[in-house]
């Protein structure tokens, strides 16, 4: 769906980016930079949101993972199973509590290994490719193409050369508004700085319908 006039879609964008323009990564708590450990929890994010699960339970579940003191890949290899379990679970994320669990010291002990912790230098093997970043992230355990496209959604803000990246959930949640559904087009509406925003703002949309109603009346006022 094509048919907003432009001065309409600055007007969609901007009610957009007011109600509903917070990354989940700023949510779970994450001030995102261009360090180890931030870098880290938005990997860690990006499994936990990429299962078939609310996203409120999985912003809640990254908060406990790093209250527990696992907010960085060394910490979770050596914290025990049933001390991820735990804090998984008081997250809330317990239907997915003990293979997610094996899964994260694995992912933790991969990155140790091949990146020595840090996923800056992923990002420099990539080079600026997005499709080889993707194929990277998805040999962690947990992060297939789901995850792999949340996390560079949320890390185009601090990893600029990936920006705009708007995945097809994204899109979806444009084509609910009436914004551009072709990624070419619907990337020259956003902000400078808001790529990131932007984008989380529009999967919202697609996984909540409801939301395109409230943000097209914001959008009149």
């Known amino acids: 769906m094509n048919g907003a006039s432009g001065a309409r879609q600055q007007d969609l964008v901007r009610a957009l ?25 938005l990997a860690v994010l990006a499994d936990l949101l990429s299962t078939r699960i609310r996203a409120s339970i999985a912003v809640a579940t990254l908060r ?36 997610t669990a094996t899964r994260l010291g694995e992912g933790a002990e991969l990155l140790l ?10 990002r420099e093997t990539a ?4 499709d080889a970043l993707r194929r990277m992230l998805q040999e962690l355990p947990g992060v297939g193409p789901t995850g792999s496209a949340i996390f560079l959604r949320e890390v185009q803000g601090v990893w600029p050369e990936y920006a705009p990246f708007l995945d097809p959930k ?16 619907l ?25 395109a109603e409230e943000v097209r009346a914001a959008a009149t006022r």
């Not at 109600?19 to 450990?37: D, K, V, W």
């Not at 406990?64 to 199973?81: H, I, N, Y």
């Not at 290994?113 to 992923?122: E, F, I, N, T, V």
């Open 17 to 41: 980016l007011a109600r509903h323009g917070e990354t989940y990564a700023a949510q779970s708590g994450i001030t995102l930079r261009n360090t180890p450990q931030p870098l880290y929890q």
């Open 64 to 99: 406990a993972l790093r209250d527990a003191g696992l907010g960085t890949p060394r910490r979770m290899l050596d914290a025990t199973w049933q001390q991820r379990v735990d804090a998984l679970g008081a997250g809330g994320y317990r239907r997915y509590d003990e293979g």
């Open 113 to 122: 290994d091949r990146y020595g912790g840090d996923l800056r230098r992923m």
């Open 127 to 130: 080079d600026g490719d997005a």
């Open 170 to 185: 994204a899109v979806q949640g444009a084509e609910r508004l009436g914004l551009p559904d072709d990624p070419g087009k």
């Open 187 to 211: 990337a020259r509406l956003v902000p400078a700085g808001r790529a990131a925003a932007f984008a989380s703002a529009l999967v919202r949309v697609a996984l909540d319908p409801t939301l």
